[in-house]
């Protein structure tokens, strides 16, 4: 019914840039939160950022100041820009979106983006 497809990811050095998208389609009324999370080996899932349909945002603390998350709700779509990246940013990067179908409202997840931060 829903589907949210990531892009995106990929290799960085130190200090470079990636920016991360996904697009929910399907039979959508509304989409409420949209965000990413991300998970190293080793560790657990944790939020990266989450932007609200007003707008309201929330950031993990370690990435505040270098990422930015934006949605564009004419195309059901998040944007995670990622700038001064670290190591530490290396992770698989997940989609999140809690979705209105029908008349039933649930969190959707996308597949996952590798990130990899290495010179």
């Known amino acids: 019914q829903v589907q949210l497809v990531e892009s995106g990811g990929g290799l960085a050095q130190p200090g470079g840039s990636l920016r991360l998208s996904c697009a929910a389609s399907?039979?959508?009324?509304?989409?409420?939160?949209m965000g990413w999370y991300r998970q190293a080996p080793g560790n657990q899932r944790e939020l990266v950022a989450r932007?609200?349909?007003?707008?309201?945002?929330n950031y993990a603390d370690s990435v505040k100041g270098r990422f930015t998350i934006s949605r564009d709700n004419a195309k059901n779509t998040v944007y995670l820009q990622m700038n001064s990246l670290k190591y530490e940013d290396t992770a698989v990067y997940y989609c999140?979106?809690?979705?209105?179908?029908?008349?039933?409202?649930?969190?959707?997840w996308g597949q996952g983006t590798q990130v990899t931060v290495s010179s």
């Open positions: 999140y979106a809690r979705i209105h179908v029908r008349t039933t409202v649930s969190d959707y």
């Open positions: 399907g039979s959508i009324v509304n989409i409420y939160d």
């Open positions: 932007i609200t349909i007003g707008g309201r945002i």
